[in-house]
């Protein structure tokens, strides 16, 4: 379900608003480069990279050979060249390959040199989900680079969100790792034409709301904002807390309205194990204005790698019914016939009904 | 090759082999409290290339890192100030002796985790082409490097896009403890490898500093003139342990024979010699030479003594640029 919105200003997919930041990055800033596999190639990244080859040619944007780890330290030496190098890998996975340089490299160069040298890279990493994505191509990995001093984690949920915070990222002195959840590159959302940043480091209340706060980032924003609306029928007022950015984190808007609500459930775009949503409970917890009182759960990704075969995969993931249960749990509250009444607001395996695979 | 070039490169030599003898000699001070890769023997190397190299030129180094640092300029003070953990060593002590720098020199970067730095020095020669600037990158790596997958993507990448690229594989048969028989195949010649990748590659005697300076002279200038990567792979020895401030022949790892002819087999005692004979310099020069070295390291070590160890509220600062 969509958020409609009045066709006031233009609507474009979360694709075409990556599109647009880095078409407007790269016009304003001649040192801004573009490199991946695939980045000029006939399918341009789910369309992330149309055009860019066409309007800034061989020496912006660049084709490369299938080497994920020289790749991120051929970005960071371009950088010290004074470059601002945009990477991309069409999977997160594929960044397994390269963590020498992010972690011990990229994370720390300005760290070690005591400030002398700074790296302003991005790192556009895309998780997948369904179509029988598998165990390979489908994690959300994003706590792994969250746990580490010197870069920055950004996982915006929305196309306007999208656009401003990659412009934000190009435009920071150190590396930022960007997601991008698969499913969000055909969401819709009102972008303004014009160039505009999303600073890094705040988070959004995407809804308002008083009886009970949950926090989410990426897709998983999508299914919140889909419980909240069940939610209604059920006289609960729901505050949608979206992350935006994992590093730093943003925490005291969360404090805020768990203080208003005193119910907090965090739906993490990973697995509930050692995440995110152990990050956000224990900065919520050990706040000093933290209320005893507060109820605290969490919902995740189940602890197992996601296989291929939709009937399994489709127990891994927590949707926005799942996430409906879990509250009406926090709240001991029956929600009767949630489930049957419900059952078109389930995730299926693609990420809508015009998406025919392969990827 | 002019007198000038023959006593500059022996002085080169004789400043190296010096600084890690006192690096040696007061490691057991416990006032440098960081790990030590020390090249004693290896001197040749960076002294004969690094003379070629311009102001400009960049260089990136690895775990061993001290010689390249002296070779292309490195300052000293700040070096063993760094070793020394103070505030006025040259990453501020929070890198320690495998994490030289020295940005003016043209030293950019040393890291401990073998042959990551070649990707990098690989992007900054991208960076450099496509900002037309006329520089070369130096990167030096061990042999052990070789074994790393990303030896073999930089390399791919450096010839693809013809990039201004020197590598120099110190070759010293050595991976802490493991020798180069029980990790590469005897009959493969590591030159012959990113040969057949299609990076020009050569093999030399890397204890012959005369003839490194004057072949790595041609490659330099046709480097920077064709903008097309060379690969030179030197045969060396390092003297000392992997890591530390001392000998440890005592374990037996090297064969007897082996060990013996690379230690006659010195690069600076031949030179000296060689020097002395052709009246490049006389034996009382020789002497001022020593003089002038040790009082420049004494007065090295007793500014690193004497300097402070960076206060708390430089923990946090520079992990984020932004």
């Not at chain 2, 010839?159 to 403890?177: G, K, Q």
Request: net charge positive; hydrophobic share 35%.
């Amino acid at each position: 379900m969509q958020t409609k919105i009045k066709n006031k200003n233009r609507n474009i997919n979360y694709a075409e608003a990556i599109n647009e930041a880095l078409l407007q990055s790269m016009k304003l800033d001649k040192k801004v480069v573009v490199m991946g596999l695939g980045v000029d190639d006939p399918k341009r990244i789910f369309g992330t990279t149309n055009n860019l080859f066409e309007v800034f040619g061989k020496d912006r944007v660049f084709d490369m050979p299938t080497s994920e780890n020289a790749i991120t330290g051929f970005a960071i030496g371009m950088s010290l060249g004074k470059f601002k190098p945009v990477l991309c890998h069409q999977r997160v996975e594929f960044a397994l390959l390269t963590m020498d340089q992010i972690i011990n490299q990229a994370a720390k160069w300005f760290y070690m040199n005591n400030g002398q040298m700074n790296v302003p890279i991005v790192i556009r990493l895309i998780i997948g989900r369904g179509w029988g994505q598998g165990p390979q191509h489908s994690q959300s990995l994003e706590n792994l680079f969250a746990g580490i001093p010197g870069l920055k984690v950004v996982s915006p949920s929305s196309a306007y969100d999208a656009k401003g915070m990659l412009i934000s990222s190009i435009a920071d002195k150190d590396p930022v790792i960007f997601f991008e959840h698969r499913w969000l590159h055909s969401t819709y959302s009102q972008v303004p034409n014009k160039f505009y940043k999303i600073p890094i480091g705040k988070s959004k209340i995407a809804k308002k709301g008083k009886d009970v706060t949950i926090v989410s980032s990426s897709y998983m924003t999508i299914e919140s904002m889909k419980a909240s609306e069940i939610l209604k029928n059920y006289y609960i007022d729901a505050e949608v807390v979206d992350l935006r950015t994992l590093r730093p984190l943003d925490v005291n808007p969360i404090i805020k309205s768990v203080n208003k609500t005193k119910k907090l459930l965090v739906v993490d775009n990973g697995w509930t194990q050692y995440g995110i949503s152990s990050e956000v409970i224990t900065k919520v917890t050990t706040h000093k204005n933290f209320d005893k009182n507060i109820i605290v759960s969490r919902v995740g990704i189940a602890d197992t790698p996601i296989p291929s075969t939709r009937s399994l995969a489709k127990l891994c993931y927590p949707d926005c019914v799942d996430i409906c249960m879990q509250i009406s749990k926090i709240l001991n509250k029956n929600f009767s016939g949630l489930s049957s009444r419900f059952k078109n607001y389930r995730a299926s395996d693609t990420p809508n009904k015009y998406f025919t695979g392969p990827f | 090759m002019n007198k000038k070039t023959k006593f500059n490169l022996l002085y080169s030599m004789i400043r190296m082999r010096m600084v890690e003898e006192r690096i040696s000699s007061e490691y057991s001070n416990q006032q440098m409290r960081c790990p030590v890769h020390l090249s004693v023997g290896q001197e040749a190397i960076s002294s004969g290339i690094c003379l070629n190299l311009k102001d400009k030129d960049q260089v990136f180094s690895a775990h061993r890192s001290h010689f390249h640092y002296l070779a292309k300029g490195g300052n000293l003070k700040q070096m063993i100030s760094e070793l020394f953990g103070k505030e006025t060593g040259c990453a501020g002590g929070k890198g320690g002796s495998m994490h030289l720098i020295d940005i003016k020199a043209g030293l950019i970067a040393a890291v401990p985790i073998v042959g990551s730095t070649i990707p990098i020095g690989v992007g900054l020669a991208w960076a450099n082409k496509l900002n037309r600037s006329n520089k070369v990158v130096v990167i030096f790596f061990g042999e052990g490097a070789t074994e790393e997958g990303v030896f073999y993507e930089s390399i791919n990448f450096a010839a693809l896009h013809n990039l201004p690229i020197l590598f120099v594989c110190e070759n010293n048969y050595y991976s802490v403890y493991s020798n180069i028989k029980n990790r590469q195949p005897t009959n493969r010649k590591i030159s012959n490898v990113s040969k057949s990748m299609g990076v020009e590659s050569y093999r030399m005697n890397g204890n012959k500093v005369e003839e490194i300076f004057t072949k790595t002279q041609k490659m330099i200038h046709s480097i920077r003139k064709n903008n097309k990567p060379i690969l030179i792979e030197l045969s060396t020895y390092r003297v000392l342990e992997h890591c530390g401030p001392n000998n440890d022949d005592h374990l037996n790892y090297r064969n007897k024979k082996e060990l013996k002819r690379w230690l006659n087999n010195c690069p600076i005692e031949k030179y000296k010699e060689h020097l002395l004979k052709q009246k490049v310099l006389s034996n009382e020069e020789l002497k001022k030479v020593y003089q002038k070295i040790d009082k420049e390291i004494s007065q090295s070590f007793d500014f690193a003594k004497k300097s402070k160890f960076p206060k708390k509220d430089k923990l946090f600062k520079y992990i984020y640029a932004d």
